[in-house]
């Protein structure tokens, strides 16, 4: 994953943590194509950006009560499922 900064600007503490978890999530998700268990055709970083946000996105919502705990563990599971082609 590629990170570029403005000149001069100085990294957000928010933009720092989304790079960490990111970084990690998309680690994970190599390492699952080194052992056959994700398609090698996803394009890690990718798909930790779409993870993290879908993660940070649910968490407001359902803070206030617009979505289920049930809810929430499903749509996270739908798109784990969906990166490693669980059936």
Same mark, same amino acid.
Not at 23 to 30: G, K, L, S, T
Not at 56 to 79: F, M
Not at 84 to 87: A, L, N, P
């Given at each position: 994953?590629?990170? &570029?900064?403005?000149?001069?600007? !100085?990294?957000?503490?928010?933009?720092? %943590?989304?790079?960490?978890?990111?970084?990690?999530?998309? !680690?994970?998700?190599?390492?699952?194509?080194?052992?056959?268990e994700?398609?090698?055709?996803?394009?890690?970083?990718?798909?930790?950006?779409?993870?993290?946000?879908?993660?940070?996105?649910? %968490?407001?919502? &359902?803070?206030?009560?617009?979505?289920? !705990? !049930?809810?929430? %563990?499903?749509?996270?599971?739908?798109?784990?499922?969906?990166i490693?082609?669980?059936?």
């Open positions: 994953m590629t990170v &570029t900064w403005t000149a001069g600007a !100085e990294p957000t503490w928010t933009s720092r %943590v989304m790079d960490l978890h990111t970084v990690f999530f998309a !680690e994970q998700i190599r390492r699952a194509q080194q052992n056959g994700a398609p090698a055709d996803l394009d890690p970083e990718r798909e930790a950006v779409i993870l993290f946000a879908i993660t940070q996105g649910l %968490v407001n919502p &359902t803070l206030i009560g617009h979505y289920t !705990e !049930e809810a929430v %563990v499903e749509a996270g599971d739908r798109h784990l499922n969906r490693f082609r669980v059936r």
